[in-house]
């Protein structure tokens, strides 16, 4: 991969230390399952992000050595700094879990998920299920830093529903647990991911975290929105997810001045980029890899005449073959 990381930063994209981790940039890669595992990692590592986070892991299934859920944890030495999220409900399981990632050395931080809305999930009292059960919470957080050496941080939402927004308790509880950074994204759980991310809410966020940094998330698809949020919150990071599927160019893409017009690299470097994602994905996932490429095929095509004749070829092609050569003719007619 022929990387372009020496992009210069420009304010407020400058470099974030979490705990004793120094990263390049503030620029993060949400986790999102289904989506950011290696090769797109890789991928976004290439184009300039600072940190890049596995798809969440289930403590239980960690330690259970879960054959699916033990891969999300495969890393390369291309892309490091890295972090493993975890989730669980139960104090020493997650402990346990996170003990066992760190003793492997395949991540840098371990970040623990306290916003999943997924319902399986919350069901058990984990993801955004904690935030319903704030001392549980703290006892996860406390438990898993006495178990490991590496930075702890901790990625939830505004809150249980519009009607409970304790996002605030929630950080200081957070920082007075000794994290090592703390990401919010701007959403309710009841929200999932309807309507806009509400930044308003994040007003004073860093001044309350103090010395750890604060880290917006939710809908950042600009270098104005990287000023704007910044403005409300005072935050060190920001992290990016749904608007880097199909763009892991973005990271050195917001690396611009506030007004800059983002510029989307030529179509034969987006070729490029296509084709080595897929077969990045083919070298990772064997014979699965096409169809999993999928979510990120499409996303590829985003605004394009010509997508939704391209989708309709494409939404059964196993072959890798035939993809790369319909891209070809796709970026390149
Ligand atoms: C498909 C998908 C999977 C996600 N999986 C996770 C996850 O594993 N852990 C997590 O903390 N958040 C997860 N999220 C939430 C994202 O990390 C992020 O908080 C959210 O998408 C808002 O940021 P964005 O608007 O930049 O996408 C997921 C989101 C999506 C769309």
Redesign the pocket.
């Known amino acids: 991969m022929s990387g372009s990381n020496s992009v210069p930063l420009i304010w407020p994209v400058m470099p974030l230390d979490i705990g004793t981790v120094r990263l390049k940039n503030n620029l993060l890669l ?7 595992d290696g090769p797109f990692r890789r991928m976004c590592h290439e184009q300039g992000a600072g940190l890049t ?4 892991a289930s403590a239980k299934a960690i330690l259970l050595g879960n054959k699916t859920t033990v891969s999300m944890l495969h890393f390369s030495g291309q892309q490091r700094p890295f972090a493993v ?1 975890l ?1 669980g409900h139960n104090s020493a399981d997650i402990a346990a879990a996170a003990s066992f990632v760190e003793s492997l050395g395949v991540c840098d931080i371990i ?1 623990l ?1 306290m ?2 809305p997924v319902s399986k999930v919350v069901k058990t009292g984990a ?1 955004a299920g904690l935030m319903k059960t704030p001392e549980l919470a703290e006892t996860i957080i406390r438990a898993v830093r006495a178990a490991v050496k590496v930075p702890v941080t901790v ?1 939830f ?1 505004l809150g249980w529903c519009s009607g409970q927004m304790n996002f605030r308790d929630f950080a200081r509880m957070a920082v007075d647990s000794g994290v090592a950074a703390i ?1 919010v ?3 309710t759980r009841e929200a999932g ?1 309807s309507g806009v ?1 509400d930044w308003s809410k994040f007003e004073g966020m860093q001044d309350l975290c103090g010395s750890i940094p604060f880290i917006a ?5 600009s270098v104005d929105d990287l000023k704007k949020v910044h403005e409300i919150s005072g935050c060190r990071g920001f ?7 199909g763009r892991p160019w973005l990271f050195n893409a917001l690396k611009k001045p506030a007004g800059a017009v983002l510029t989307e690299p030529a179509p034969a470097e987006r070729f490029r980029l296509f084709r080595e994602h897929l077969v990045e994905m083919l070298m990772e996932h064997g014979q699965k890899g096409v169809p999993l490429f999928r ?1 990120h095929l499409f996303a590829y095509l985003r605004g394009h005449p010509r997508a939704s004749q391209f989708r309709r070829e494409m939404c059964n092609q196993r072959d890798p073959v035939k993809v790369i050569d319909a891209g070809q003719r796709f970026f390149l007619p």
């Open positions: 949400a986790p999102m399952a289904g989506v950011t986070i596995s798809e969440l999220q989730f970040d998920n916003g999943c993801g990625k939402r990401t994204h701007a959403r991911y991310a998330n939710g809908d950042i698809t992290m990016i997810g749904r608007a880097a599927i979510v």
